[in-house]
């Protein structure tokens, strides 16, 4: 069954200002862990931010952060002030503690940055 | 500090043959999981080791192994190469083992063409 749903094939932002890809996910475990990862064209996974399930607070990491509504179990991911170096894949993943607790990713969001 | 680190970059192989990629963790980083990447699959988990023992294992044909070296560092093995193998093999390291609040560090990748 599909866990992690990214209903975004494709965004695009102009340079400098802000968005936010989607990520909903499906889960009965109460203790898991969120992340988003970024792959640019070169293959790289590189991580960006993190959020336990029972953080109280969205995690923010620079110009990365999460908005966290854990009743609807979703995860966006906020970038804010883009550049054009931005422009990449996005992945979101979960790791839940219960079963085999392997990271299981969404289809990803190609984001492109508009000068 | 250095981060993971695969090789080769780049392998091209014929259908039958086996091929053997190299995974080297970020230093201190016990626990290795290999992912396969492809466009019609997305990401997709093959297996996570740690302390030279396979943990996990995901739904993949027995033609897929690995092993991991006291050193941590990993190899996986694809025997009778098909087709359908040619993907972006992804290698991540984290310090412990599977846990929801467990980050993976992904290292840059191999790609694989089948002909």
């Known amino acids: 069954a599909q866990k992690i749903t990214q209903t975004q094939p494709g965004m695009f932002v102009q340079e400098k200002e802000a968005v936010t890809l989607d990520c909903t996910y499906d889960?009965?475990?109460?203790?898991?862990?969120l992340f988003w990862y970024k792959q640019p064209s070169s293959g790289e996974m590189i991580f960006l931010i993190y959020?336990?399930?029972?953080?109280?607070q969205n995690a923010t990491e620079g110009r990365y952060s999460l908005n966290f509504q854990k009743a609807r179990k979703s995860a966006n991911l906020v970038i804010s002030a883009s550049q054009l170096g931005d422009s990449a894949m996005y992945f979101c993943a979960m790791r839940e503690r219960q079963g085999n607790n392997d990271m299981r990713f969404g289809a990803g969001t190609r984001l492109t940055v508009k000068p | 500090k250095a981060g993971v680190t695969q090789t080769p970059r780049y392998l091209i192989k014929t259908r039958g043959q086996q091929v053997t990629l190299s995974c080297s963790p970020i230093s201190g980083h016990r626990s290795v999981s290999w992912y396969q990447q492809t466009p019609g699959q997305g990401l997709q988990f093959l297996f996570e080791y740690f302390s030279e023992t396979q943990r996990n294992k995901g739904n993949f044909p027995g033609r897929f192994s690995g092993r991991q070296f006291s050193n941590s560092r990993s190899e996986m093995n694809v025997s009778t190469l098909e087709l359908g193998d040619s993907a972006l093999y992804l290698c991540?390291?984290?310090?412990?083992?599977?846990?929801?609040?467990?980050?993976?560090?992904f290292g840059p990748g191999t790609r694989l063409l089948v002909l």
């Open positions: 991540a390291s984290s310090l412990e083992p599977s846990g929801q609040w467990e980050t993976q560090y």
């Open positions: 959020q336990g399930s029972y953080d109280q």
């Open positions: 889960t009965s475990d109460p203790s898991y862990g």
